[in-house]
């Protein structure tokens, strides 16, 4: 990881994600893209995209190396960007398990990780969407009752010089938690995770085999990054699945 970072901005872009897996090695070990137009994304778990030209970050970093624990690069990646907007902004974001981050209860990221294979190596990508300036319009319009941007958040933004300096140290973060996070996956972040874990101590529901529900308290995040929710049954680790929270999203 100590070859000279690469970040490209483009003007506009259908996908990050997609460039991504389209110039594969390009970048080196490690290296990002981003834009402040994408046309053609695609949220988690199939949901539609709404584009937002000119007021948000579209941004995907590639790590071209093997990872410890591939399957906790989303709570990585939640935790480096709440880290950056912290520092810019003075935002304390929540993490909704497992990659949601939440400001003043709403969603304020979207965050896509996953991986694909070239030249015989399987490269991982997260691509993270931050909403800087939308106004409550776009959400409105957009059907995205939940959603908030930084600027509605009370946030002083600048979309043109915010969004290269937040994808420049995001870069940074990724660059410097990557060696541990590679050899050691999500065990060094553990402890920081679990700090800003919104779930944690609240009633959840989250889906089971066989189409079923189930619900508990969320107790802890494990080594793993899996949601230990304390059931009637007992202790059960949930890892996949969407997750609702007491109090979060209009969930009771």
């Not at 460039?19 to 199939?46: C, D, I, S, W």
């Not at 400001?103 to 991982?124: D, M, N, V, Y």
């Amino acid at each position: 990881m100590n070859e000279t970072l690469r970040l490209l901005h483009l003007d506009a872009c259908p996908s990050t994600n997609a460039y991504m897996k389209e110039h594969p090695g390009a970048f080196g070990p490690l290296g990002a893209v981003y834009t402040t137009n994408q046309t053609a994304g695609r949220g988690r778990l199939g949901r539609a995209w709404v584009n937002a030209a000119g007021q948000a970050l579209y941004y995907t970093v590639a790590l071209d190396c093997p990872l410890a624990q591939p399957d906790t690069l989303p709570q990585l990646s939640s935790l480096l960007v709440a880290q950056a907007l912290h520092e810019r902004y003075g935002v304390a974001c929540q993490i909704k398990w497992p990659n949601d981050l939440l400001l003043g209860g709403k969603k304020l990221t979207g965050i896509l990780c996953e991986s694909f294979e070239a030249q015989g190596r399987r490269i991982w990508l997260s691509g993270i969407g931050i909403n800087l300036a939308q106004p409550q319009r776009y959400f409105d319009e957009a059907g995205l009752a939940h959603g908030t941007s930084l600027a509605l958040a009370g946030a002083a933004v600048a979309p043109e010089a915010d969004a290269p300096a937040l994808a420049a140290r995001l870069t940074a973060l990724f660059a410097a938690a990557a060696p541990d996070f590679a050899r050691a996956g999500f065990s060094p972040v553990r402890d920081a995770y679990r700090a800003a874990c919104v779930n944690l101590g609240r009633p959840v529901s989250f889906p089971t085999e066989g189409g079923g529900t189930g619900r508990g308290v969320a107790e802890d995040v494990d080594a793993e990054g899996r949601l230990v929710v304390r059931t009637e049954a007992g202790e059960q680790a949930v890892f996949t699945g969407e997750v609702s929270v007491s109090g979060i999203y209009g969930a009771v």
